[in-house]
């Protein structure tokens, strides 16, 4: 997924389209963590350790956006909204894990805000297989429209 993902993001830059990252991440009290995580005292992605950046692998770039959120949508209690309107793209290209969860929940959310949503099906994925199928299912020709990177790439180029 790391090469699929690079694949995309050059795709991207090669079109000159702005490269938006999410993150998640928790205060080490877990105070702004989930109701489960505080409940049962999980910690991970916490402020402070390597659990909450993005992978080195990635290639991020001094000119892209990272926003850090709190729950499983990119919209929820974050600036995204903000950083949407200045950037004005014609339409969201989502990509990430975990499908059934955070890619889901970010795409619902852009879905009612009117956003055009391509789904990057090369760079998304999730541990539980069966819930990403299924959620695929459901939002593919209704919330969103479900692209390889070379159809997003050939989409692009037409643009």
Not at 29 to 36: G, I, M, T, V, Y
Not at 87 to 96: F, I, N
Request: include cysteine.
């Amino acid at each position: 997924m790391v090469c699929a993902m690079n694949d995309l993001l050059q795709v991207m830059r090669d079109a000159s389209r702005p490269v938006v990252w999410v993150r998640q991440e928790f205060e080490p009290d877990l105070s702004d963590a989930f109701l489960e995580m505080r409940a049962k005292g999980i910690y991970t992605v916490i402020k402070g350790t390597a659990g909450p950046l993005i992978d080195s692998r990635l290639t991020v770039s001094p000119s892209d956006t990272v926003i850090v959120k709190k729950r499983y949508s990119a919209f929820f209690g974050t600036n995204l909204d903000e950083v949407l309107d200045g950037l004005q793209p014609d339409c969201l290209v989502v990509a990430g894990i975990n499908t059934h969860a955070c890619i889901r929940t970010t795409v619902v959310d852009a879905y009612q805000r009117d956003w055009p949503v391509i789904l990057a099906s090369d760079c998304i994925n999730s541990y539980d297989r069966e819930h990403h199928a299924v959620t695929l299912r459901y939002m593919k020709d209704k919330l969103a429209t479900l692209m390889s990177n070379r159809e997003i790439e050939a989409m692009l180029s037409q643009r």
